[in-house]
T-cell receptor, first 112, second 108 residues
Framework: DAMVIQNPRYQVTQFGKPVTLSCSQT?????MYWYQQKSSQAPKLLFH???????NEADTPDNFQSRRPNTSFCFLDIRSPGLGDAAMYLC???????????FGPGTRLTVL | QKEVEQNSGPLSVPEGAIASLNCTYS??????FFWYRQYSGKSPELIMS????GDKEDGRFTAQLNKASQYVSLLIRDSQPSDSATYLC????????FGAGTTVTVRA
């Protein structure tokens, strides 16, 4: 089945220790998104790629970076995680950007 | 700045009843509208998409869109305990703008 896969599902890191979250898709969609979702809040868009074009949200902290080496994979790097970065990180894909987005299962990040 | 407002919850309905969820949006040019279901601790799951004015039915779910009133709704008929979740309204113009969500509890 075509799907969006995220690894790891759970990540524990220490304050200030860099962490990388990965997302892969078999849908061959052009657009990939990274969202941050904290408890009882709606998902917050961090950035997205339309093919190779990177689009950063204005309020995304510099601490967050992303890479998309090919159509199938996208990575979220958190250079120096703080306690406030503990959240669920969601990857989503969309065929064109103006239609449905499909979410992966998410990575739950804990910062100690 | 796009705004998406959902009726405040939580919403509690008895099993077998109709759950009615409402959503309004501020951007008149929005063209794509979605409802996502999110169980606690899980990721959002797309349950309905609607692009044209009127009703769209899929099983027990019916989405209604009125672009003139900037209003989109979701009806869940014959509610089941498994429908207990948070429902997110989302409006898409190359970026999804989410409402805050409405938590639905179906009482057995």
């Amino acid at each position: 089945d075509a799907m969006v896969i995220q690894n790891p599902r759970y990540q524990v890191t220490q304050f200030g220790k860099p962490v990388t979250l990965s997302c892969s898709q078999t849908l061959n969609h052009n657009v990939m998104y990274w969202y941050q979702q904290k408890s009882s809040q709606a998902p917050k868009l961090l950035f997205h790629y339309y093919d190779k074009d990177f689009n950063n949200e204005a309020d995304t902290p510099d601490n967050f970076q992303s890479r998309r080496p090919n159509t199938s994979f996208c990575f979220l790097d958190i250079r120096s995680p703080g306690l406030g970065d503990a959240a669920m990180y969601l990857c989503a894909t969309s065929e064109r950007g103006d239609n449905e987005q499909f979410f992966g299962p998410g990575t739950r990040l804990t910062v100690l | 700045q796009k705004e998406v407002e959902q009726n405040s919850g939580p919403l509690s309905v008895p099993e077998g009843a109709i759950a009615s969820l409402n959503c309004t949006y501020s951007d008149r040019v929005s063209q794509s509208f979605f409802w996502y279901r999110q169980y606690s601790g899980k990721s959002p799951e797309l349950i309905m998409s609607i692009y044209s004015n009127g009703d769209k039915e899929d099983g027990r779910f019916t989405a209604q869109l009125n672009k003139a009133s900037q209003y989109v709704s979701l009806l869940i008929r014959d509610s089941q305990p498994s429908d207990s979740a948070t429902y997110l309204c989302a409006v898409n113009d190359y970026k999804l703008s989410f409402g805050a969500g409405t938590t639905v509890t179906v009482r057995a």
